[in-house]
């Protein structure tokens, strides 16, 4: 039984009938409800939010977020700002979203996405940067997965051409010496990790300041789980 439900389960069952009246539970009372409230100050607290909400996600186990508790969070300020505590760069994959594979709210998670989890252009690192410098999240994950077709395009060497093509090409110069599917797509990984630092200097300073971790994942879609590289 989710921490959630125990809070539920407390609740007079005449509070679970009148959810659109003012004496609702607050938002922090629907956070608490649902486990520790996701607001980490630290880069290695940031990973472990993350990493226990996949843990939560894998086995079956995720916070319930029904439409009253986000019609109550939507209406606590979230509209005036966000603070997200984490900057995901993931693939365009529809198996890859982030805030249901982290298990984590609206709000929690700022994400950048594009197929192959990469940032090869100044706008796509801009919206990272832009992560960090304004958002303040504390950890940048560069997310890659299993049976990643743009990946798999460029281990194998396909010419898709069209714009595809110009993915294909910055995945390749990373994957170089890839033995597997899955090699390639953890070198791909760690490639565009490197590139953020080489071509981002606020997001390198930044990380090097100890203000933000630039890390490296795999999520293995048959298992729902996500491996920090
Ligand atoms: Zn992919």
Redesign the pocket.
Known sequence: MTSRRRFLAALPVVALTVAACSSRHSAEEIRQSAGPLPRPQTPEDAIKVLADGNARFAGGTPQIRDTADIEIIWSSGIDQKQEPFATVLG???SR?APEIIFDQFVGDIFVVRE???IAASPTNLGSLEYGQAVLKSKVLVVL??S?????NAAYKDSAPGANIQSIIDVIRQGIVGATSLEDAIVRNVRAVKDGIRRDSTLLREAEQAGDVTIVGAYYDIKTASVRFL
Not at 147 to 151: Q, R
């Open positions: 693939c365009a994959d890859l197929a192959g989890n890659g997965h049976d990643c077709g743009a990946v």
